[in-house]
């Protein structure tokens, strides 16, 4: 109270103090504008000039008062907001607990948590074009860019990231000028490219199979639930029904059908992590659907109004486009579209998917053939491992670059879609629970909003570590499914490192590591985990193209077959 009572204070003095001070410099202007006409009516020019000069010096000396009172302002405001934070926190029990309840919190297992308190987008109005925020609790967003946008406006940064452009490019050109002096010719290899993309039209067909049934079958099934729900007198029987329908629909149409084509068409890597991947993140579109706008239906009371509160298709449509997993009716959304932009960010994404390409097939491959000559031992895991360190670095940094800001930013652009925060400044973390948080923001929402807190009020909201260990779980599952299907092999190493030093590392290295010590910790072990991933899959992979089985048993598909298989190239 005394705080809030001295900034009012200090703000009424300053009040009057510039009421006054805009007073006086009124009448002066109002002095010199009448003294600067001459008789006939002209402005005398050079008085103007030099008055104007006279003003510039007399701001130039207000200038570090006027510093100095803002400085004051702002000690006292951040005093005051301490105060008050100390007094939350020496706050009784019963505050505690009604501001949890507030918050959305999961004290009891009867109150789940609504959907409302999830993520919400808000932009201002200039760019929401006079729309207004919502209501609901939680996580406030805005319209912004992504934060390497925000990093590429500094001069600095742009000029490092020009040195590594050029460094780039000056790597390829050496490339290719020993191999035009050795052999003579300009060699252009793209058959890695083409092979890894290979069968495109079976992927395409795939694709709008995959998206006309997500944009018919679940709105459709939800809309025939919601406009039957409320006139029904076995209300859980017609949801059961319904409920069914959606399960059967989804496990065969969009669950088992894509993973069936992908296997019994025999897709190339990249071919199959497209249709993979789409699959993954309609399912989990779908359910955002679903788990936001039934509370709607089952809180719609037909006395108000006759009409359900259904989304409109366009709203749904939107969405399943949109660069979120998270449902809304309404998105922040830029006034234009930049499409300048938009074939910037697509060159970029061509740009890295060659360059991609070229360490893979210059860099990766030689090292993984020269390893592969030898069994499978320690020694040649660990050599592997760290000659390929350097280029597995570059890779991932490149993929990373493509998936998280040139794709997402180029269709968020082209939808204008304003919210751009897909990661957050990931590099810069401390610590493996901040690194979780902030790699990939679009996914962590929907596991934060739908797994997490749905897991929290499931254990009555007591074991916040047997719910990390569900989401650990889950996401360890998924990535691992994806894996298996598009390379064509069982080789859990990514769920082991999920489970093993994912838990561990988020538990040891976790928030309260501060420094820059911890940082430098934290980039080694992802390089090291980059490269053992890299090493590993590759080798699998060849020892199941080169090491066929004539009569393999399930013991066969389990077992590592790069232990075993001596390659020959």
């Known amino acids: 109270m005394v705080g809030k009572?001295?900034?009012?204070?200090?703000?009424?003095?300053?009040?009057y103090?510039?009421?006054e001070e805009k007073e006086d410099l009124s009448k002066r202007l109002e002095v010199d504008w009448s003294s600067s006409q001459?008789?006939?009516?002209?402005v005398d020019v050079d008085h103007l000039v030099t008055r104007k000069m006279q003003l510039l010096v007399e701001a130039e000396q207000m200038k570090p008062a006027f510093m100095q009172r803002i400085d004051s302002h702002f000690t006292e405001l951040v005093n005051g907001l301490i105060a008050k934070s100390v007094q939350l926190e020496s706050s009784p029990p019963a505050f505690s607990a009604v501001c949890s309840e507030k918050d959305g919190g999961f004290k009891s297992k009867g109150s789940r948590a609504p959907p409302e308190h999830g993520k919400v987008f808000v932009a201002r109005k200039s760019v929401l074009e006079g729309s207004r925020a919502p209501l609901e609790h939680g996580k406030v967003f805005v319209a912004r860019k992504s934060p390497l946008d925000e990093l590429f406006e500094m001069e600095d940064i742009r000029t490092i990231r020009h040195m590594f452009i050029a460094f780039f490019i000056l790597i390829i050109l050496s490339t290719h000028?020993?191999?035009f002096i050795d052999e003579g010719r300009l060699v252009?290899?793209?058959?890695?490219?083409?092979?890894?993309f290979g069968k495109g039209s079976v992927v395409a067909s795939t694709w709008l199979y995959m998206f006309l049934f997500t944009l018919t079958v679940p709105y459709g099934l939800f809309l025939l639930w919601a406009q039957g729900y409320h006139g029904s007198t076995h209300k859980t029987i017609h949801s059961a029904f319904f409920g069914g329908l959606f399960m059967i629909f989804h496990i065969f149409g969009l669950g088992v059908g894509p993973t069936y084509i992908v296997i019994a068409y025999n897709l190339p890597p990249a071919s199959a992590f497209i249709v993979i991947l789409e699959q993954v993140r309609l399912l989990m579109k779908i359910y955002s659907f679903i788990r936001e706008n039934t509370p709607r239906i089952l809180s719609f009371t037909p006395q108000k109004t006759n009409t359900v509160q259904v989304p409109k298709v366009s709203q749904y449509l939107y969405f399943l486009f949109a660069p979120t997993l998270i449902y809304r009716d309404e998105y922040p959304r830029t006034p234009t579209i930049r499409w300048s932009y938009v074939a910037t960010m697509f060159a970029q994404v061509l740009g890295s998917l060659f360059y991609t390409s070229y360490l893979f097939d210059k860099y990766l491959l030689p090292a993984f053939r020269s390893h592969s000559r030898e069994h499978f031992?320690?020694?040649?895991?660990?050599?592997?491992?760290?000659?390929?360190?350097?280029?597995?670095?570059?890779?991932?940094?490149?993929?990373?670059?493509?998936?998280?800001?040139?794709?997402?930013?180029?269709f968020a652009e082209m939808l204008r879609f304003a919210d751009r925060m897909f990661y957050k400044d990931w590099w810069n973390s401390t610590s493996y629970a901040r690194y979780y948080r902030t790699w990939n923001v679009v996914v962590h929402d929907w596991l934060f909003y739908y797994a997490y807190k749905d897991f929290l009020w499931l254990f009555g909201g007591k074991s916040k570590a047997v719910a990390m260990l569900?989401?650990?779980?889950l996401s360890a599952i998924v990535h691992e499914y994806v894996l298996a299907v598009c390379l064509g092999y069982f080789y859990p190493?990514?769920?082991?490192?999920?489970m093993g030093f994912g838990m561990l590392f988020n538990f040891i290295l976790n928030d309260h590591r501060k420094g820059p010590i911890w940082n430098v910790i934290l980039w080694i072990t992802l390089f090291l985990g980059q490269s053992v991933l890299f090493c590993l899959h590759t080798q699998e992979w060849h020892a199941h193209k080169h090491c066929p089985l004539e009569n393999p048993t399930f013991l066969d598909y389990v077992k590592p077959r790069s232990w075993t298989c001596h390659l020959k190239f």
């Open 188 to 196: 252009l290899e793209f058959d890695l490219l083409v092979y890894t």
């Open 377 to 410: 031992n320690v020694r040649e895991l660990v050599l592997c491992i760290f000659n390929i360190i350097l280029p597995c670095i570059l890779m991932t940094i490149f993929i990373y670059f493509l998936l998280f800001h040139y794709w997402l930013n180029a």
């Open 177 to 179: 000028i020993v191999d």
């Open 493 to 498: 190493v990514l769920f082991c490192f999920f």
């Open 470 to 473: 569900s989401v650990f779980t």
């Open 5 to 15: 009572e001295n900034i009012s204070v200090r703000n009424r003095q300053s009040t």
């Open 17 to 19: 103090e510039t009421s």
């Open 38 to 42: 001459s008789s006939n009516g002209h």
